[in-house]
């Protein structure tokens, strides 16, 4: 006869544990909440650039490494065009806050222009993968106002130094333009055959302990 009751209680039992279970997955926080959902999954996408190339960087790893939904990448940034972009853009913006912290100190127009020369260079050897996103990805879509102003601001940086180091010279448009293109095709061309490795070749011709900041400071001064 007590059976029935002790069964019933058991279900009631088993059930109230199930349902609690149930309810505390659904109330379990999510991994992390972002104040800054947008600045988040840039900074989740930089780091899998990073560490993994851009072979290994796509929206749901991008999601995956912020720890949020695949859907939320979509959302901010449209598709992985919108993504590249906007992170070529974060980088551009890094990039010129390097080449101006790097001549704030320097006395001349022509110690700023080496003192920029060099932080280019930096830049690249310390973000390769970003380095190359923002100057050799063709899946960047320059029409985006974030990206096209940060080009734009960086630019403007290397075209300044030119003009200051200028100052007081004839010039006309095209003599201006032509120093900017030979200033810029040194470093940038520097950047891209130290990122590959063809540098190495060359210093190995030079006396022991001869590095690559010693190779392109004798370029940037002339010697």
Do not use: C
Not at 27 to 51: K, M, V
Not at 138 to 149: F, G, K, M, T, W
Not at 165 to 192: C, D, Q, Y
């Amino acid at each position: 006869m007590a059976t029935k009751p002790l069964q019933r209680h058991r279900k009631k039992s088993k059930d109230g544990r199930a349902a609690a279970r149930k309810a505390g997955r659904r109330a379990a926080p999510a991994p992390y909440h972002h104040g800054d959902l947008h600045a988040a999954l840039l900074q989740a996408a930089e780091t899998i650039l990073e560490r993994d190339g851009l072979a290994g960087l796509t929206l749901r790893a991008a999601a995956r490494e912020a720890g949020v939904s695949h859907a939320a990448p979509t959302h901010h940034f449209g598709d992985m065009t919108g993504l590249l972009s906007d992170l070529a853009a974060s980088g551009f913006r890094k990039f010129a806050a390097a080449l101006a912290a790097a001549t704030a100190a320097e006395p001349s127009a022509v110690d700023r222009m080496n003192a920029m020369g060099e932080a280019y260079v930096d830049f690249a050897r310390e973000h390769p993968s970003m380095f190359l996103l923002m100057f050799r990805s063709e899946r960047l879509d320059h029409r985006r106002p974030a990206l096209h102003q940060a080009v734009e601001e960086a630019s403007a940086l290397l075209s300044r130094g030119v003009t200051e180091r200028r100052a007081g010279a004839p010039s006309t448009p095209l003599s201006l333009t032509a120093e900017i293109a030979r200033a810029w095709s040194m470093v940038h061309g520097f950047a891209l055959l130290m990122i590959d490795h063809r540098l190495e070749p060359l210093l190995s011709h030079l006396p022991e302990g001869t590095t690559e900041r010693d190779l392109l400071r004798a370029m940037l001064r002339g010697k």
